[in-house]
């Protein structure tokens, strides 16, 4: 489950350079503009976070990751997110998190960070190890 900012506390702050690059990011407008992040206040509890939502429901990410996510190991998710179209898959991740919806702890903490370990234009294939093997 992944938590959504806190709408009453959100505050705008610009993306480290190391979180640009857990993302495959080029640091651009269009990418360190929208990053949210709350401050906390009593809505939120001091947490900076309201809700639980679910990441696949976020994401519109299909039944079969979801199972993986929750039930699957990693390596099984890695696989799968090669096999379905993992591009829009980590568009949308991205896109969450670079207009304030919610931020790069929370879909770290759910996804691998094999997801975002490369830029787009790289060929899905060469990102992961188990590709070598497989
Ligand atoms: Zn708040």
Same mark, same amino acid.
């Given at each position: 489950m992944k938590r959504r900012?806190?709408?009453h506390c959100a505050e705008s702050y610009t993306p480290t350079m190391a979180d640009l690059r857990k993302l495959g990011l080029e640091p651009t407008a269009a990418t360190?503009?929208?990053w949210k992040k709350g401050k906390g206040c009593p809505q939120c509890f001091n947490s900076g976070y309201l809700g639980r939502e679910a990441i696949v429901e976020l994401l519109d990410i299909d039944d079969r990751v !979801? =199972?993986?996510i929750y039930e699957g190991t990693m390596t099984q998710l890695n !696989?799968?997110?090669? =096999?379905i179209n993992f591009v829009s898959f980590r568009v949308s991740a991205v896109q969450k998190i670079t207009t304030g919806v919610t931020t +790069? =702890? =929370?879909v770290l903490r759910v996804l691998p960070h094999t997801v975002f370990a490369h830029p787009p234009s790289s060929p899905s294939v060469t990102w992961l190890p +188990? $590709? $070598?093997v497989s």
């Open positions: 900012v806190c709408p360190t503009k929208g !979801r =199972e993986l !696989r799968y997110l090669q =096999e +790069i =702890e =929370e +188990i $590709a $070598a």
